[in-house]
């Protein structure tokens, strides 16, 4: 990434998941390290966030998941982001993600994985190590 352009952040959540203050605080420490952020707001499907992140252009899709939905949602994301190709992009995720889960997101293509109580600089610093 060169040092002129700032990162593109798509920051979505997924699902029937009706929780944001944590994707919300999220948000604000990305926007304080300097990245350009997209918010979607609550309630997104896999189709909106395929489309956004394609429209926007972005260089990273990170999901904020607290509902439980996470491996089916993230195994419908995976087939339209590559059909897309956004499978060269950093994919990220956050939330209530049970320790038996994470190797399945690492196998979908979801490299971040940051449970609840992750801290925030440990998040942007992964961002800034991992954008191509």
């Given at each position: 990434?060169?040092?002129?352009?700032?990162?593109?952040?798509l920051?979505?959540?997924?699902?029937?998941?009706?929780?944001?203050?944590?994707?919300?605080v999220?948000?604000?420490?990305?926007?304080?390290?300097?990245?350009?952020?997209?918010?979607?707001?609550?309630?997104?499907t896999?189709?909106?966030v395929?489309?956004?992140?394609?429209e926007?252009?972005?260089d990273?899709?990170?999901?904020s998941?607290?509902?439980?939905?996470?491996?089916?949602?993230c195994?419908?994301?995976k087939?339209?982001l590559?059909?897309?190709?956004?499978?060269?992009?950093?994919?990220?995720?956050?939330g209530?993600?049970?320790?038996?889960?994470?190797?399945?997101?690492?196998?979908?293509?979801?490299?971040?994985?940051?449970?609840?109580?992750?801290?925030?600089?440990?998040i942007?610093?992964?961002?800034?190590e991992?954008v191509?």
């Amino acid at each position: 990434m060169t040092q002129d352009k700032r990162i593109r952040v798509l920051l979505a959540k997924p699902g029937l998941d009706g929780h944001d203050q944590g994707a919300k605080v999220v948000v604000r420490a990305m926007m304080d390290a300097g990245f350009e952020v997209i918010y979607t707001g609550l309630r997104q499907t896999p189709e909106q966030v395929a489309r956004i992140a394609l429209e926007e252009d972005v260089d990273v899709i990170a999901l904020s998941s607290l509902a439980g939905s996470h491996l089916p949602f993230c195994r419908k994301l995976k087939g339209l982001l590559e059909a897309n190709e956004l499978g060269d992009k950093l994919w990220m995720i956050g939330g209530n993600l049970p320790k038996q889960d994470h190797e399945q997101l690492r196998e979908l293509g979801f490299k971040g994985i940051f449970p609840t109580g992750s801290r925030l600089d440990a998040i942007t610093a992964y961002v800034r190590e991992n954008v191509r």
